[in-house]
């Protein structure tokens, strides 16, 4: 079975600072790796995905992450913090062959962004 | 573009009540999905649907039904409200599901009194 791990809950960074928001996750199979991004009373957005290309991952807003499979990671990292980046980010895993149970989400970890 | 249309977006049911959360989508995706989502529990699978007229359970089905009998709508019913209902219930469409993105509604926040 799939599982996701997001090993902080809450993460608080200065703005102009960079961000580490960290994702292990567990599958079978060869998996794709997905990060959503919530802001306060909204729905979620992707930021970015994995499927099974490059590694390294560039997403929007600056998010980028990278595949590793002998660490079963896919930790997500921008270079510099902005006030709108404070957010909850979830990890979402897929392997994709067992269709119903497509995407397991991370608990999620929360962003916050210190002027 | 409308994208995944969720209605109501608020609501607030008494113990017993049932009603039915809309979810609409125009990408013509065949796969959809309902989630509810917990503090500190990330989002967890309802039901959901590979296509017209096939419905099958997720991780937390009880208290839930389910229908799709079009392509674009896929309707969540509570037969008979409960507190621990109470939740942000979103759903999603994708293409094919697995190894493509999912396209979230906005939300629907219920509380069951």
């Known amino acids: 079975a799939q599982s996701v791990t997001q090993l902080d809950s809450h993460v608080s960074v200065s703005e102009g600072t960079p961000v580490l928001l960290r994702c292990n996750y567990s599958?079978?199979?060869?998996?794709?790796l997905f990060w959503y991004v919530q802001h306060p009373n909204k729905g979620l957005q992707l930021l970015l995905k994995?499927?099974?290309?490059?590694?390294l991952v560039k997403g929007i807003n600056g998010f980028e992450a990278e595949f590793k499979k002998s660490e079963t990671s896919f930790h997500l990292t921008k270079p510099s913090a902005h006030m709108s980046d404070a957010a909850e980010y979830f990890c979402?895993?897929?392997?994709?062959?067992?269709?119903?149970?497509?995407?397991?989400f991370g608990p999620g970890t929360r962003l916050s962004v210190l002027p | 573009n409308a994208g995944v249309t969720q209605t109501p977006k608020f609501q607030v049911l008494k113990t017993g009540q049932s009603m039915t959360l809309q979810c609409a989508q125009d990408?013509?995706?065949?796969?959809m999905s309902w989630y509810r989502q917990d503090p500190g529990m990330g989002l967890r699978l309802i039901h959901y649907?590979?296509?017209?007229?096939?419905?099958d359970q997720g991780e937390v089905p009880n208290g839930y039904n389910v229908s799709r009998s079009t392509t674009e709508d896929f309707p969540l019913r509570l037969l008979s409200a409960a507190p621990s209902q109470t939740s942000v219930y979103f759903c999603?469409?994708?293409?094919?599901?697995?190894?493509?993105?999912?396209?979230f509604g906005q939300g629907t926040r219920l509380t069951v009194v």
């Open positions: 999603a469409s994708s293409y094919q599901g697995g190894h493509t993105e999912a396209f």
């Open positions: 599958s079978s199979y060869s998996p794709s």
């Open positions: 994995y499927t099974s290309a490059a590694t």
């Open positions: 979402v895993v897929s392997d994709g062959d067992n269709y119903g149970q497509n995407f397991v």
């Open positions: 990408m013509n995706h065949e796969y």
């Open positions: 649907s590979v296509g017209a007229g096939i419905t």
